[in-house]
């Protein structure tokens, strides 16, 4: 039979063994978690694709727009005219769009309203049709063009000939089926407008310059 001094060794022996087991597990244990734990991490792609835009309107001409991307969309940003905003407010217009007041959800509350804008001559909004996803060409002039006899200004989008007006609003009888979206945003006191953020306040400013 074994000694005291030999129970003494196998003992200890086992007792380093079940802690080195133990280690084991521990460290395999901690490999597994840390993959998953960095997965639900956004990585700096990501955050970078959801972060608001800002554009300095005064750099942008009457007349003028300028594209940019948030959250790998396209949105433009039109400055607009006193004859483009005179003929937004037309009867003739109006009679011709299939939702004139906006009434389907396509815009935040703060511009809910017949210019959809926080400010009368400027005009945010996603460059993607309502259709099927197409990018609507601007098509700012006036009178007969090869889509519209009557052409008052706007957007035209060449994939099916859906048409939308300087702020945004689909045309009747067009495969559309509903108003350019109008994307969350705000303007600071210095004439920039932040793209990916809401107003704080709802404001009807849509027409005041």
């Known amino acids: 039979m074994p000694d005291s001094r030999t129970r003494q060794e196998h003992g200890a022996r086992r007792r380093f063994l079940s802690t080195a087991l133990a280690m084991t597990g521990a460290t395999g ?8 734990v960095r997965s639900w991490q956004p990585s700096a792609r990501a955050q970078a694709a959801g972060a608001p835009v800002e554009v300095e309107v005064d750099s942008i001409a009457p007349g003028q727009q300028v ?3 948030w959250r790998r969309q396209p949105v433009w940003v039109l400055r607009r005219t006193p004859a483009m905003l005179q003929r937004l ?3 003739e217009l109006e009679a011709r769009l299939r939702d004139p007041d906006s009434e389907k959800d396509q815009q935040p509350d703060y511009t ?9 001559d400027i005009l945010v909004v996603v460059a993607i049709c ?4 197409c990018i609507p060409k601007f098509h700012p002039e006036t009178g007969k063009t090869q889509f519209d ?3 008052l200004g706007g957007y035209f989008c060449p994939c099916h000939g859906s048409k939308f007006d300087f702020a945004g609003r689909v045309y009747k009888d067009v495969p559309a089926p509903l108003n350019l979206v109008i994307p969350p945003y705000r303007f600071t006191q210095r004439d920039t407008v932040i793209i990916g953020e809401n107003q704080r306040h709802k404001r009807n400013a849509g027409y005041n310059a």
């Open 29 to 36: 244990a901690v490999a597994v978690v840390i993959p998953f």
């Open 67 to 69: 594209l940019v991307t």
């Open 89 to 91: 407010r037309s009867s």
């Open 112 to 120: 809910d309203n017949p210019l959809r804008s926080i400010r009368a």
């Open 130 to 133: 309502t259709h099927l996803g």
């Open 149 to 151: 006899p009557q052409w």
